[in-house]
């Protein structure tokens, strides 16, 4: 049974919260609160989805606007109620036009992120095998305090009762509440307006509507949730870190049961839009963020957080941090690797330890194997990066774009002053600085002269151990003139 509308409430302040941010808008598993209320609801496919909105309602709308455009906001302006909140929604509907007559209205609340579909499709389902008028969530807790209570004859339900308005009695009721209830419309629409604010907290409950249908000889009956946790409202810090405790040990179970290996659920956070294929493995503390994907084969982890990452088939990440980064199939990445936006792996390539890419994309078979910069690059097939070189990219004003062929050899310690270009399959000596374009199948020297002063030590430090060292060695002491070694040796980059 697809409801007509679903109204969810999120206009309370949120006080324990202690925050700038209005509570519905704190998130867990990279979706906010507010969303994953919208998300559970629009699994029953409902006509019409109204937020009420209050407390920080631009900054939610905004939120709204962005995530779910196809929900409707409701501002309520002075917090007097559930009852009034829904009020406000029902007349925000009718004054549109909108009539509510195909299906029930599901009313929700918007700090309830654990709700499921399913558990509003089970709400559902009884509401219209009983063709009743009005169904409640509940669950039973041992610790009722603070919720409203469900007052049962026999099986049916005649009324709730807030924790302020109860007897003694009625507190020992441990049936609870959630908050969350399908209505059929005309009940609903009959019974808003009987509502008024004579109790403890002066406001208007929109659980008094129970009593009003009972009275008026409808159906209401109670559903128990399979799981108490789908009702958990978030009210402070503690209840947050708890519900996403909870998000994330669900989230995991899916990716195992779907062939995932992860070796700790517990310190492996995963967000609700990350995708990832079967036999992919997660080692410890690895944290997947934004819509990551990771595909079959792939090994991530330990010490890894990838932000709206792609990592493809059989690569390897290990200790590393990157953001929007496409790591190629095969790749090698880590450890302690840092790969910022734009970063493109090729396949089967690899960006080694103390190594940072930003903005640069390499080919099939390219490897940064150890400790350099690469920024605004582009580099071709099997060209290998030596040990230690920096793409010198920013002038103090600008960036500027290196390019660097395929096959080509960049020596140990470099650096590519940008802009730049090396042709295909050249290579550079280690120790350059290179200025200059390189043409294809070049060597590039861009250093000093190496020039020996034989002697010099059992001269100019007599006695210490170096000299002593020197002359057991036989080194000459006498004074010699400058030697200067002849052709400077090609490379001593680093191949692997
Ligand atoms: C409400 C229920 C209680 C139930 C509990 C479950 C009523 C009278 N009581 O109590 O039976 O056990 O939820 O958590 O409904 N809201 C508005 N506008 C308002 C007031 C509230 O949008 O004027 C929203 C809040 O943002 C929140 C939801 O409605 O999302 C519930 O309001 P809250 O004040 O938390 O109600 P409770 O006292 O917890
Ligand atoms: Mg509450």
Redesign the pocket.
Known sequence: MRPSVVI???????TRMKSGTP??LHSIAGRSLINHVVEAAATTEPDHLVV????GASAVTAHLEEVAPWVTTVE?T????????VRIALSALSNAGVSLSQGPVVVL????PLLTGETLQLMLDSHESYSAQATILTTELSDPF????IIRRGSEVVG?I??KDATPEQKLICE?????YAFSAASIIESIDQIDSR?A?G??????VIGFIHSAGGTVTGVITPDSND?L?I?DRVQLAQAGAIMRDRINENHMRAGVTIADPASTWIDVDVDIASDVTLLPQTVLRGPTSIETGAEVGPGTTLISCEVGAHAVVRHTWGELAVIGSGASVGPFTYLRAGTEIGAEGKAGAFVEIKNSQMGVGSKVPHLSYVGDAHIGDHTNIGAGTVFVNYDGVNKHTTEVGSGVRIGSDNMLVAPVTIGDGAYTAAGSVITDNVPPGAMAVGRANQRNIEGWVPRKRPGTVSAEAAERAGASTSAASDTVSPEPSPLDSDQN
């Open positions: 969810i409430l999120a206009a309370g302040e949120g509570k519905v009420v909105v209050g407390h309520q002075e917090r007097n109620g559930t009852g009034h909140a609340t918007g700090d309830t603070g919720y409203g209570r709730i807030e924790e609870i509440n959630s908050g969350m109790n907290q406001e208007e409950y929109l659980t008094d009702i409202g009210n």
